[in-house]
């Protein structure tokens, strides 16, 4: 079976990628080994909490879950209050739970179960992944399926002219974990993700078809904050969910075309720091190092979401037992 290592920084896009994985938990469609997260959007302490509540309302209490590296390789963190809010999940602030330590040997234990159908899905910045990889490099080159939302590839950026926030944020990571790559890592660039638009109407259905699951109750004040930063910096009332369309993209199920290339990240110029260079024409005679996705079938994406939602709401409704269990873990 699919199993899958979601590093993260949520986060609201992250948010609703976790919602999209622990449903397919529940429904058996896959094991979502752990979730590690990255100081990304907010400290990944916080992040990790925020993990912790958005799996726990979505009534999955048993993966592991635990912080990783607390800032970037060399350059300082810089958060983004004004696009997640202070707390990370926009109007919500989550409860303070337990969680893991020893991020990486969560990633050990998942690599040394085997790596055939091991899916690590990264939508934070890189560290993590550029750490575990100078920690532990046998374990980093036996990861056969790495997916990555970053980068901005002869498109505008979000975060400077050309920089997209992930890789902006930890340009050394992006750079080494692309010059070290043996495999080539799917990335999801801004490119085709901006294209993953939700609207308030479709946060109505979402919402609607979630019924029960207690993250419904959340998720419409989690993504206002969202809906709003959107707003105020021009792209209209409504929110690009980059990180679901990533992970939708990691487990294949959604159609999308790809390009084989190589590629590198800037890390030091203050002008193009974080900038990805890709070299279409192979004029470097590098080893390709990335699948980049140029476009993606985003309705087909919005409907395997809402797929999801509605695996949200059998769970929570489900029979008498299961749903009993189910509420009371939510609450824990
Ligand atoms: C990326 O930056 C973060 O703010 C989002 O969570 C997403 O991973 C988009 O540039
Ligand atoms: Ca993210």
Same mark, same amino acid.
């Given at each position: 079976m699919t199993r899958v290592i979601f590093d993260c920084d949520p986060g609201i896009d992250d948010t609703y990628a976790l919602i999209y994985l622990a449903a397919a938990n529940h429904a058996g469609e *896959?094991? *979502?080994?752990c979730v590690t997260t990255t100081a990304g959007n907010v400290e990944a302490e916080q992040c990790a909490q925020n993990a912790a509540f958005v799996l726990a309302q979505c009534g999955l209490t048993t993966v592991p879950i635990a912080a990783g590296v607390p800032g970037p390789l060399e350059v300082e963190l810089t958060t983004t209050p004004e696009t997640h809010g202070e707390t990370g999940l926009g109007y919500i602030t989550a409860p303070q739970r337990h969680v893991d330590t020893d991020w990486d040997l969560l990633w050990i234990d998942a690599i040394e179960r085997g790596t055939e159908d091991l899916h690590l899905i990264v939508t934070g910045p890189m560290t993590n992944l550029a750490a575990f990889a100078r920690l532990h490099p046998q374990h980093f080159h036996a990861l056969r399926h790495i997916t990555a939302m970053g980068g901005a590839v002869n498109y505008p950026g979000n !975060? !400077? +002219? !050309? @920089? %997209?926030w992930n890789f902006w944020v930890d340009p050394h990571a992006a750079a080494e974990v692309f010059n070290i790559a043996r495999t080539p890592i799917t990335l999801c660039p801004l490119n085709a993700t901006e294209q993953m638009l939700l609207e308030p109407r479709r946060l109505q259905g979402v919402v609607d078809k979630l019924g $029960? @699951? +207690?993250i419904a109750a959340n998720l419409a004040e989690i993504t206002r904050f969202y809906f709003e930063f959107h707003q105020e910096v021009g792209e209209g009332y409504r929110a690009q969910i980059h990180d679901l369309l990533t992970v939708l993209i990691a487990l294949d199920k959604v159609e999308s075309t790809v390009c084989l290339t190589t590629l590198d990240v800037e890390p030091t110029? @203050? *002008? *193009?720091?974080g900038t990805v260079a890709a070299d279409l024409r192979g004029m470097w005679e590098r080893e390709p190092n990335a699948r980049v996705? %140029? $476009? @993606?079938d985003v309705a087909g994406a919005w409907a395997e979401f809402e797929r999801a939602c509605e695996i949200h709401a059998q769970f929570a409704a489900g029979d008498a037992g299961l749903a009993a269990g189910y509420h009371r873990k939510a609450e824990d």
């Open positions: *896959l094991e *979502l080994d !975060t !400077t +002219p !050309t @920089a %997209e $029960q @699951a +207690p110029s @203050a *002008l *193009l720091r996705v %140029e $476009q @993606a």
